[in-house]
C-alpha cells in the first residue's frame, strides 16, 4: 500500500521555539530591511513623530520596516499589511510583534512621503558607498503607469466633446422616439412612455453635470481635469490611451540598479534629459556621466545644456521627415564642412549659407544651391520645390557630436534597452499590472519611491549578497 507523509493532528500540543529570532535564518533578506532602517537617521530624515514629541504611537522605523518588507515581498495594500503582521512570523520579527492597524499603516505612506523618498535616495548612497556606482554611464527612460483615476472621470477638451456630443445624440434619440409615440398608431404603452422620459431626464442631468466639468476644466492651465486624482493625466501609450503618470528612471548600466527617478505628468519624455542627468550625476557621484537615451529625448537644447555641464549624451535623432520615410534623401545624408561652411549634398554640390533667422532657441542659417537643384538629376529624391534648403543651427556642431559618438557606440542602443526597460518590466510585474494605489503626485512618487527600494534591495542582494550587505550597512 502506498505511504505518505503524515500530517499533524491539528489538538496536538506543539514547542514551538521561544524565541522569534529561531524562526527567522541567518541569510533571510528580512535581516537587511531591519538593519538597513535601523541604520537610518528617521528623525533627520523628516519622519512624523521620530522626535521624541507628542504622544506615544508606533515609531516611525516599525512602520517603514513594515512597508518596505511589503514592497519587498509584492505586499502593497495596508489593509493586507494589517494582515501580515499578524500572522507573518518575519514581520513579527521585524516589528517586535507590533501589528498596527490598516490605518496607522496608510497614514504613515500619506504623511511621509517626502521622507520615503530620502530613504530611497541614501540606499542609493549605500550602494555608492558600496562601489556598485562605479561605471559612470546610466541609461535614462521613462514609462507610463496608470493612476487611481479611471479614463471616463478625466476630461480633455476632445474628450468632452466627443461626450457631449453623445449624449445630445442619445437625447434627440429620444425625443424622436417619443414625437413618433405621439403620432403613431397605436400608441406606445405608458410604461414605456415614462421610461423614455426618465432617460430623457437622466441624460439632461448628466449634461449639466458635464457642463459643471467644462467651466473647471477650462481653469485648469493644461485644460485637462481628473476627477479621482487631480494630477493623474492623460497621455499616449502603446497606441492607446492612458490616464497616469510618466515615471523617468535613470538605470546604471554596468548593475541595473535605479539610480534616479521623479514622477512626471508631462506624456513626453523630450525636456526631462538634463533633470534627469543632473539628479543622477548627484546620486552616483561622476561629474563626467555619460547618459544614454533613446529618439523621445533628442532635444536641440537639452542636448546643448548636457554638453555645457559636462554630460556625455547619446541620443539617436528621431526620424520624423515624412519625406525620409518616402526614402528622400534626409538632412545626415549631407555632409557639413566646417573648414568652408558649406554641405556637400547627395550629388556633390556645395550649399552654401545663404539666409539667416534667429528666433529663442538661437540663430539658424540656410545653405543652398539654386542653380545646382535647377538641373540636379537627382532631385526627384531630393526636394518637391525649386531648390533644397539645410537649415544649420548655431549650436549644430553639439548635435553632429551627438551622432559621431552614436556612430562609434554602435552598441549603445542595445545597452539602453537592456539596462532600462527590464527595471520597468520588473516594477510592472511586481505591481501586477494594476494602477497606484494613492492620489496626487507627492504620494504617488512616494509610492514609486518604495517600489524602487524594493527593486534596488533585492538586486543589491542578488550581486553582493546579504553578508557583504549587512557588513556595508554596520560601518555605513
Ligand atoms: S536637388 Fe540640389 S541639394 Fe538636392 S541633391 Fe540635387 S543639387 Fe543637391
Known amino acids: 500500500m502506498k505511504r505518505f507523509i503524515e500530517v499533524m493532528a491539528r489538538d496536538q500540543a506543539v514547542l514551538f521555539p521561544d524565541h522569534l529570532e529561531d524562526f527567522v535564518g541567518e541569510d533571510n533578506p528580512v535581516r537587511a530591511v531591519d538593519a538597513f532602517v535601523e541604520a537610518l537617521d528617521l528623525a533627520e530624515l523628516g519622519f512624523a513623530g521620530a522626535a521624541d514629541t507628542g504622544r506615544p504611537g508606533y515609531h516611525p522605523s516599525v512602520l517603514l520596516k513594515i512597508y518596505i518588507y511589503g514592497y519587498l515581498n509584492r505586499i502593497h495594500s495596508s489593509r493586507r499589511l494589517e494582515c501580515e503582521a499578524g500572522r507573518n512570523v518575519e514581520v513579527m520579527w521585524l516589528t517586535g510583534r507590533l501589528a498596527p492597524d490598516f490605518k496607522t499603516i496608510a497614514d504613515f505612506r500619506r504623511d511621509n512621503g517626502s521622507a520615503i523618498r530620502k530613504v530611497c535616495r541614501q540606499f542609493v548612497g549605500l550602494c555608492r558607498q558600496i562601489g556598485l556606482l562605479s561605471g559612470g554611464e546610466v541609461a535614462i527612460d521613462g514609462s507610463k503607469f496608470k493612476a487611481v483615476n479611471n479614463r471616463d472621470r478625466n476630461f480633455t477638451p476632445a474628450k468632452m466633446q466627443r461626450r457631449m456630443a453623445d449624449i445630445e445624440a442619445s437625447i434627440d434619440r429620444y425625443m424622436s422616439k417619443l414625437d413618433a409615440a405621439d403620432r403613431d398608431e397605436p400608441a406606445l404603452p405608458p410604461a414605456k412612455v415614462d421610461r423614455l422620459q426618465e432617460r430623457i431626464v437622466t441624460l439632461k442631468a448628466q449634461m449639466v453635470e458635464l457642463k459643471a466639468i467644462e467651466r473647471d476644466m477650462q481653469k485648469a492651465p493644461d485644460k485637462q481635469i481628473s476627477l479621482t486624482d487631480p494630477d493623474a493625466r492623460s497621455m499616449n501609450y502603446r497606441g492607446s490611451g492612458i490616464v497616469g503618470y510618466n515615471i523617468q528612471t535613470v ?51 537639452q542636448l546643448l545644456e548636457c554638453a555645457q555641464s559636462g554630460i556625455t549624451t547619446l541620443v539617436p535623432k528621431p526620424l520624423t521627415s515624412s519625406g525620409t520615410k518616402r526614402g528622400m534623401f534626409a538632412k545626415q545624408d549631407f555632409t557639413f564642412d566646417a573648414e568652408n561652411d558649406l554641405y556637400i549634398c547627395p550629388a556633390g554640390e556645395t550649399l552654401t549659407r545663404g539666409s539667416h533667422r534667429s528666433d529663442r532657441q538661437g540663430s539658424i542659417n540656410f545653405y543652398r544651391n539654386l542653380m545646382a537643384c535647377a538641373t540636379c538629376r537627382l532631385k526627384d529624391r531630393c526636394t518637391p520645390l525649386k531648390q533644397r534648403r539645410i537649415r544649420r543651427w548655431d549650436h549644430e556642431d553639439i548635435l553632429d557630436e551627438v551622432e559621431r559618438r552614436l556612430d562609434e557606440n554602435p552598441d549603445a542602443m542595445r545597452v539602453r534597452r537592456s539596462t532600462v526597460e527590464h527595471p520597468f518590466g520588473t516594477l510592472k510585474a511586481w505591481m501586477g499590472h494594476t494602477h497606484f494605489l494613492t492620489r496626487t503626485r507627492p504620494k504617488v512618487a512616494a509610492e514609486m519611491s518604495l517600489h524602487i527600494l524594493a527593486y534596488n534591495l533585492r538586486r543589491v542582494l542578488n550581486i553582493v549578497g546579504l553578508g557583504a550587505l549587512m557588513v556595508a550597512l554596520q560601518s555605513a
Do not use: F, K, P
Open 251 to 301: 538605470v546604471d548600466t554596468e548593475h541595473h540598479l535605479i539610480v534616479a527617478h521623479e514622477v512626471t505628468t508631462s506624456g513626453s519624455d523630450r525636456s526631462q534629459l538634463v533633470e534627469m542627468s543632473n539628479v543622477a550625476r548627484e546620486a552616483t557621484g561622476h561629474d563626467e556621466l555619460r547618459v544614454i537615451a533613446d529618439r523621445g529625448y533628442y532635444s536641440g537644447e
